[in-house]
């Protein structure tokens, strides 16, 4: 376990000039022509967030404190989704730190940077135990991540496998008319940032009645998001629907989540106590609650998208379902 520790607390220190030198800039060259979603200011976002929140040592220590790795190492397949840079970064080191081997498939979206931190581990322990992944091989344990399509097809792939599956699910905010303007900023980014494609992308705001809701009204620094955010704009024009123009997404009233990246769903509330209400109701649809609002498991403004160790997806602890 002491090994792991510093196998990762030294990856850390080796991904803390990244994007500074020629070779990672390559890097992030490649995974934005693979996934024009990614840019760069969003890779070094989830790079950040990683190193900080996963790779400290102190912190690494601290989580792996709560556990023990086995002494029977387990053949697991790691199947992640390429929404964001790096999403099933967190599964592989679980993996790992559990004492199991891991067997990686990268997402085809996501597989220059994958493999990046793949090889920088090879780099610093050659006899790190990951290995690729092969659908006609068996495995003791399997991870998968995707949509709920996938997650269907996950569930019939490893029917008679151990298995953790993953599939869509959102994040939501709930303001009380306090917050500070640096909070609004944080949440700005906590809505916007990886074009609002990441499971932890607020795509619901909570707000009193009567609440001007002021946030900054910057354009999205993707082209793609973009281009749906202008599409959506025109469409609600020429049906003359009434929405708040945020410049990198659209506020929309009404109680469901949106199916679109351009939108954000603006609910209105009169009694905090039925916000609460609807978080259990909807426990299971939910990934993070984002407020400065006395709130169980709730984070900070614009810290949504830097997730602790113990921030487990779906609220499921990886290295308990690993154990």
């Not at 303001?175 to 640096?182: F, I, N, P, T, V």
């Amino acid at each position: 376990m002491k090994r792991m520790i510093e196998i990762f607390s030294e990856l850390g220190e080796r991904l803390q000039h990244f994007g500074d030198d020629i070779a990672s800039r390559e890097v992030i060259a490649e995974a934005i022509a693979q996934n024009s979603w990614f840019t760069e200011r969003d890779i070094l976002r989830a790079i950040d967030a990683i190193r900080c929140e996963m790779l400290d040592r102190d912190k690494l220590s601290s989580w792996m404190a709560n556990y023990t790795p086995t002494t029977e190492p387990e053949r697991v397949a790691i199947i992640m989704a390429g929404n964001i840079p790096l999403v099933g970064f967190f599964d592989l080191l679980c993996v790992l730190c559990s004492g199991h081997k891991a067997y990686v498939k990268p997402s085809s979206k996501d597989r220059v940077l994958t493999n990046y931190i793949a090889n920088r581990l090879r780099d610093i322990e050659t006899n790190i135990e990951i290995h690729p992944y092969c659908s006609d091989d068996s495995y003791d344990r399997a991870i998968a991540t995707g949509g709920d399509e996938a997650n269907a097809y996950f569930r019939n792939h490893f029917a008679q496998t151990r298995h953790l599956l993953r599939g869509s699910r959102h994040s939501v905010a709930i303001l009380d008319g306090g917050e500070s303007s640096a909070e609004l900023e944080g949440l700005w980014s906590d809505i916007t940032s990886y074009s609002g494609l990441g499971c932890r992308s607020v795509s619901m705001l909570f707000i009193p009645q009567d609440y001007q809701l002021q946030l900054p009204t910057t354009e999205a620094s993707n082209p793609k998001l973009r281009n749906n955010v202008a599409q959506r704009r025109a469409l609600y024009t020429i049906q003359h629907r009434e929405y708040s123009d945020y410049g990198a997404f659209l506020a929309i009233e009404g109680s469901e989540f949106s199916t679109s990246l351009a939108e954000v769903t603006i609910c209105r509330y009169s009694d905090i106590g039925a916000v609460r209400q609807w978080l259990t109701e909807h426990h299971e649809e939910i990934q993070c609650v984002v407020s400065h609002i006395e709130i169980e498991g709730c984070v900070p403004f614009g810290k949504a998208q830097y997730p602790k160790l113990t921030d487990y997806a779906d609220g499921v602890d990886t290295m308990q379902f690993l154990a």
